[in-house]
């Protein structure tokens, strides 16, 4: 039985029978029950009638292979290898390993939760159950290393439209590429870089992790939100929010190889959550206020000294005393 068919029969939400559950499945009505049980301990509220069978009390998320490819344009469709896993390690190591044999189509990973979920330097990502979208793209690009300046920002911005297409007003980016709202990071982007191939062809992993449904994250060591927490108005389902980021994505890859990080610079910038903002960069020895990013993707900081660009590492807001 595959992990979501049972949560998929249930998700209409009305009372099922062990024995018609077990039937459509082709399974014992003792398989039916452990699978129960599992959802139970991985928090989801299943309720046991009596004499009737089970009933799904939580609201259910689910992914959705054929859902997403429908949700996306033809022309993006076609360009697509598109998996969606119900657990994996984590998604851009399946990616990896996907590029391999890629085909000249983009590979694509989505799964219900990752085990090991990464985040960027070297930090864990909290990746429970059905809750979050964790999603990772493999993106090949022709010209090199030095092609590849800025990418990780305009992945940011295609992330930011097409949460904003689905009624996420406001959303910013702190540099590079974490996505923010109302002063609480809610997404982040992880780009790994696979090494180049003959011809100057260079692989890129981007991995696209953004908190949906998450009500609670014991791990989590700094202010975070969710899109419901943030925009609760809004039914949020994850294969939209897929659908919706893999068009935007594809769609920008061609323009930032034609055209570089220039042709996103000024939407960057326009959602910077720094510009002009005390700050402090390079492990606490640099101290300045936000000035943008200069055109090819490092953040310059105003000192004393004048602007000074940063090429990696993290930036936060300094606490002026
Ligand atoms: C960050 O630290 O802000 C980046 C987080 C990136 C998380 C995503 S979830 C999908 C993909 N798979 C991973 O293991 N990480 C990225």
Redesign the pocket.
């Known amino acids: 039985m595959k992990p979501n068919a049972l949560l998929a029969l249930l998700s209409d939400r009305r009372i099922h029978s062990g024995e018609s559950l077990a039937k459509e499945l082709g399974v014992s009505r003792t398989a039916v029950w452990k699978q129960i049980k599992r959802a139970v301990s991985e928090g989801l509220e299943v309720k046991t009638i009596r004499g009737q069978g089970y009933q799904l009390v939580s609201t259910l998320d689910l992914l959705d292979r054929d859902r997403i490819l429908a949700a996306l344009p033809e022309e993006c469709r076609k360009l697509v290898a598109l998996t969606t896993l119900s657990e994996v390690g984590?998604?851009?190591?399946e990616v990896a390993r996907q590029l391999v044999s890629a085909n000249g189509l983009v590979p694509i990973v989505l799964a219900d939760a990752?085990t090991?979920?990464?985040?960027?330097r070297g930090?864990n990502?909290s990746?429970p159950r059905g809750e979050n979208l964790?999603?990772?793209l493999g993106l090949t690009f022709r010209g090199g290393f030095e092609v590849l300046d800025g990418l990780s920002l305009v992945l940011g911005v295609a992330v930011a439209r097409a949460l904003q297409s689905l009624g996420a007003d406001d959303v910013g980016l702190k540099w590079p590429n974490?996505l923010f709202a109302r002063g609480q990071k809610f997404g982040?982007?992880?780009v790994e870089i696979q090494g180049e191939l003959q011809e100057g062809q260079v692989q890129v992993i981007a991995?696209?992790?953004i908190n949906v449904h998450m009500k609670e994250a014991p791990g989590i060591d700094q202010p975070w939100t969710s899109l419901a927490g943030t925009w609760p108005g809004r039914a949020w389902v994850r294969n939209d929010l897929a659908a919706a980021i893999i068009d935007e994505v594809v769609s920008i890859v061609n323009v930032f190889e034609s055209g570089g990080f220039e042709a996103f610079r000024a939407e960057w910038q326009a959602r910077d959550i720094f510009f002009g903002q005390p700050l402090v960069a390079r492990e606490g020895t640099l101290a300045g206020r936000g000035a943008g990013v200069d055109n090819t993707g490092n953040y310059q900081l105003e000192t004393e000294a004048g602007l000074v660009s940063v090429r990696a590492g993290d930036i936060s807001l300094r606490v002026v005393p």
């Open positions: 984590s998604t851009n190591a990752q090991a979920g990464r985040g960027r930090r990502w990746s964790y999603l990772s974490d982040g982007i992880l991995g696209i992790g």
